[in-house]
Every structure is written in C-alpha cells, then in structure tokens.
C-alpha cells in the first residue's frame, strides 16, 4: 500500500463544474503539497498545507490532520485546468523530500 | 529571477554508457532535491541535499547512481552502466529552508537508452 494515495486517478468534467480530489496519507507529515503538471511535463507547486485550508484563485486546498486527509478543490472549472495533479508529503521538517500520490488526471471539456 | 535549470533536456543514450545529468538551483536555495518519474510509476524520490549536511541518499536505486553538490548550488547526477529501466524524466527541484518550504522544480532532463 502507497503512503501517499490519491483519488480519483481519472477525472473528466464539463466546463464549470466544481472538482475534488482526494488525497489520503498513512504516515505522519510535517506537510502536504499540491503539485500540477501540464502535459509537456513541467511541474508547479499550488499549495504547501499543514493545517486548515487555502485559495489561491479558483484553488482551494484543505487538510485535515486526524483523518490524514487532504482535499483539492478546483470551482468554476475551465480547460486550461486540464493537468495531472499530484499530492505529496513531507514526513520531517529538516527533511522535505516528497512522497509523492499517483496523480490525478483532470480533464475539462468544454 | 530565473528558475531551477536542467541540462540536458534530453538525452539519448546506449545502454552500458554513463550519463551526467545536471541542476542549476535557484540562487540561495540550500535545499536540492533530485526525483524521478518514471513511465507508469510515478514520482520517486532519489537524493537530497541541504547545505553541508551529509546527503540524504535512501531514494538511490543503485549503486550505478550517485550524485554530489558542488559548492552548495549546482548538482550533477550521473548514472553508470545505464540500463533501459533507468530511462525516465529526471526532475531537480530547489527550496529555501524556511516557512513555506516550497520546492521550486526544473523542467526535467528526459533520458532514453537505447
């Protein structure tokens, strides 16, 4: 079982709509990263969590520490929000390689 | 200011021969990170580096890998006797030790071998 698990893997949505994805942990974490990649590969970092909730935009990413769950929403969704989005962990602080989910794949039609 | 750089951005390269692979940093970040992410597997972890603390090499997959950190910015990577599984993106990310401990990702160098 991965540390780091994700859900969905595939997500397709209409133009608008109001998208989740889940990420879960198995072990304890300093922080909880949310990373996009575009095709094309480059990767950019949305958000660094350890409590509570951010927005960034049309972003909002939410951690909950007792139930080790993460959530990214994404309102009012658009095209060029088609990516592959990837939580990922931190298990120290001193230490903050990633332990990366399987990503999610969202695609936006429009 | 520029972002994290990585050379080559491909590199095709036989089987058997040795690769070097290199980051640039963001200047002033003393957190260096190499990952990899391999076709239908993801991202993984390989070697960190901060500052002039002994790296942290539990991510490497073998011994054909090893890495240093020249003067605490560029990194290299290099891969000896590489082999067809090494082929992957390598990705280096930089992060500047402190609140937010982002990580700052290069644009990956994509090897092949053939």
């Known amino acids: 079982k991965n540390e780091v698990e994700q859900s969905p893997q595939n997500l397709t949505a209409q133009e608008g709509e109001f998208i989740t994805i889940n990420c879960s942990y198995s072990v304890g974490i300093s922080a909880l990263h949310w990373l996009q990649q575009h095709p094309g590969g480059g990767i950019v970092s949305l958000f660094m969590?350890?409590?509570g909730k951010k927005k960034h935009g049309r972003l909002i990413a939410t951690i909950n520490i007792q139930e080790k769950h993460s959530s990214l929403h994404i309102t009012a969704s658009h095209p060029r929000d088609s990516a592959v989005y990837i939580c990922a962990a931190t298990a120290n602080f001193g230490n903050e390689k990633l332990t990366f989910g399987t990503g999610t794949r969202l695609t936006i039609i429009p | 200011g520029a972002g994290v750089s990585q050379s080559p951005s491909n590199k095709v390269t036989e089987k058997g021969k040795d690769v070097e692979l290199r980051c640039d940093p963001i200047s002033g970040h003393t957190a260096l990170y190499w990952y990899r992410q391999s076709l239908g597997q993801g991202l993984e972890f390989l070697i960190y580096f901060q500052g002039n603390s002994a790296p942290d090499k539990s991510g490497l997959p073998s011994d054909r890998f090893s890495a240093e950190r020249t003067g605490g910015s560029v990194s290299t990577l290099t891969i000896q006797r590489t082999q067809q599984e090494d082929s992957a993106v390598y990705l280096c990310?930089?992060?500047?030790?402190?609140?937010?401990?982002?990580?700052?990702f290069g644009p990956g160098t994509r090897l092949t071998v053939t």
């Open positions: 990310a930089s992060s500047a030790l402190g609140e937010t401990y982002e990580q700052y």
């Open positions: 969590l350890s409590s």
